[in-house]
């Protein structure tokens, strides 16, 4: 059994920062891709970044030099440091594990408040 424990977000002022955390616990559980997505009100989810086991990242385009995503392999935990905040960042964030199977774990999601 894999579970996913994320943590940070909240409401912030536009051109903030927030900062989410989620680490992947379960026996012997090596993570493989780790990463965020996002879903607005609304809206279908979307990849927010990602990161491989090697520290490869991709993102996406909205979120292309203010956001940076991380990891600490030794811990399971991946990180995602926003900066520059918009309105239209604001959405529920989830983290997102893959075992070495391709198997996909999701966290709970945290909302992320971006206003004035």
């Known amino acids: 059994q894999v579970q996913l424990v994320e943590s940070g977000g909240g409401l912030v002022q536009p051109g903030g920062s927030l900062s989410l955390s989620c680490a992947a616990a379960?026996?012997?559980?090596?993570?493989?891709?780790m990463g965020w997505y996002r879903q607005a009100p609304g809206k279908q989810r979307e990849l927010v970044a990602t990161?491989?086991?090697?520290?490869?990242?991709n993102y996406a385009d909205s979120v292309k030099g203010r956001f940076t995503t991380s990891r600490d392999n030794v811990k399971n935990t991946v990180y995602l440091q926003m900066n520059s905040l918009k309105p239209e960042d604001t959405a529920v964030y989830y983290c997102?594990?893959?075992?070495?199977?391709?198997?996909?774990?999701w966290g709970q999601g945290t909302q992320v408040t971006v206003s004035s």
């Open positions: 379960g026996n012997g559980f090596r993570a493989n891709r």
């Open positions: 997102n594990v893959q075992d070495g199977e391709g198997h996909d774990y």
């Open positions: 990161i491989t086991r090697g520290s490869t990242t």
